[in-house]
């Protein structure tokens, strides 16, 4: 698939001022003409708000910090973006967006799938398993997570995140 265009456009939702005043930001991501709209979790001042720039003017604590949230969301959409290119497979905006918002909670992940081999093996104990057989896996399960830890700075990968290497 031949991506022609990628854009990721954040947008304050004035309708829906909260208590506080505050107006929630929204994500609007376009890949070629698909499009898929998000909301990023994140509120600021609708006067702070630049539209033209998708941050906030200022110096203010609030400015700092929500731009700040801001780069880290364009930089993790970005990465699944990246992610899905690599795997050269057909994709829309909406692909780009469960990739970002969901990969740890909906998809599979490796630590998921290795406690479910665990007890899986646990299960089976006495029937068709040994008991020493166990704690083989626990410690492959935990070798795992200390690994991945160490490696790669998260607590847990999702399979669309692993590659070869």
């Not at 005043?21 to 070629?32: D, E, F, L, S």
């Not at 906030?56 to 973006?81: C, H, P, Q, W």
């Amino acid at each position: 698939m031949k991506v022609e265009k990628f854009k990721v456009l954040l947008y304050l939702k004035k309708s829906g001022l909260g208590k506080s005043g505050k107006a929630p930001i929204m994500g609007r991501i376009t890949v070629n003409r698909t499009m898929a709209q998000f909301g990023c979790k994140l509120s600021c001042t609708p006067e702070l708000w630049n539209p033209r720039e998708s941050r906030l003017n200022g110096k203010s604590r609030e400015a700092v910090e929500t731009n700040a949230k801001i780069d880290k969301l364009l930089l993790a959409l970005n990465m699944a973006f990246d992610n899905l290119v690599e795997r050269k497979i057909d994709f829309d905006a909406t692909d780009v967006k469960d990739l970002f918002q969901g990969s740890m909670e909906t998809q599979m992940t490796l630590m998921k799938m290795t406690d479910v081999v665990c007890d899986d093996i646990k299960a089976r104990i006495g029937i068709d398993r040994a008991k020493s057989t166990y704690p083989g896996y626990h410690y492959m399960r935990l070798a795992l997570g200390e690994f991945i830890k160490h490696q790669y700075k998260v607590k847990d990968l999702a399979f669309g995140q692993l590659t070869e290497q």
